[in-house]
């Protein structure tokens, strides 16, 4: 079977601290993978090394049948792999002396040398695709946190991603904000996008997932669907973090 991501026997370290043990995960196009655990325990740092924002120390990842070498050696498979993948942080990330339009825009002119009316038109699509088409001549500042956030993903969904990458998207939100980017990705998922999602919203998960993942010190300690997870985890660290957090 071909995957999208390929990760066999993937470790990393912050100088002594081991972060990432081992870690074996294959992701197939048009999967949803939702990673659960406590902050702390590799799973922003897992989807960082896919894009190449943070390297590795060993191991083997191919994403979209491009090697990623360790310790950073990977300069021309990481530039294909970015037009590939597309990125979602807890902050958002836009630049705030350009207007929500050109923020989107900008990629498509720079990276896929689209032509202005091209990249505008397809800005303009993007944002009327995720709920905000009356805001593209607005700077950052003046757009809620939730609507930056979804103003984020349409830059992303500019580059026409294969494969997204969501790391704690509402984190940042006011709880109010939440269900709106939550909505944008529940369409997405729905669209057939690959998307790797981290986050601590369990219903999300529990609803969009095609796979759950538990990560406990850098270990993926058990797997499943959402129902598998939410309703018979197997491993007793799984239970008593899905006992804490749910019960909050």
């Keep these: ?10 470790n990393k370290h912050f100088g002594q601290l081991h972060v ?5 995960l294959q992701v197939t196009q048009g999967e ?3 990673i659960i655990g406590a902050s702390g325990s590799g799973k922003s ?3 960082r090394c896919i894009n190449g924002l943070e390297d590795f120390d060993a191991g083997q990842l191919e994403v979209d049948s491009f090697k990623l070498e360790p310790k950073g050696k990977s300069q021309q498979s990481l530039n294909s792999i970015r037009k590939e993948v597309g990125m979602v942080f807890q902050q ?5 002396h350009l207007t929500v339009q050109r923020n989107i825009m ?3 002119l720079k990276v896929r040398n689209k032509s202005t009316q091209d990249a505008a038109k397809l800005a303009d699509k993007l944002l009327a695709r995720v709920g905000i088409a009356n805001q593209a001549h607005k700077h950052p500042e003046q757009l809620s946190g939730g609507q930056q956030q979804r103003v984020a993903i349409a830059r992303a969904l500019a580059m026409e991603p294969r494969l997204m990458l969501f790391d704690e998207p509402t984190s940042a939100l006011d709880p109010e904000m939440v269900g709106e980017v939550l ?14 999602v981290v986050t601590h919203e369990m219903g999300f998960a529990r609803e969009v997932a095609d796979r759950v993942i538990y990560i406990h010190e850098g270990c993926i300690v058990e797997q499943g669907t959402p ?11 799984t239970q008593a973090f899905l006992s804490r957090v749910l019960s909050n």
Excluded at 1 to 10: A, G, P
Excluded at 20 to 24: N, P
Excluded at 183 to 196: I, Y
Aim: hydrophobic share 50%; no cysteine.
């Design 1 to 10: 079977m071909s995957y999208i991501v390929n990760m066999q026997k993937l």
């Design 20 to 24: 990432l043990k081992d870690i074996d």
């Design 32 to 34: 949803v993978l939702v």
């Design 45 to 47: 740092t897992l989807i």
């Design 92 to 96: 958002f990330n836009l630049f705030p």
């Design 106 to 108: 900008l990629a498509p």
């Design 183 to 196: 909505d944008v990705m529940r369409g997405l998922a729905k669209e057939g996008m690959t998307m790797l």
């Design 227 to 237: 129902e598998e997870i939410f309703d018979n985890a197997q491993n007793e660290r």
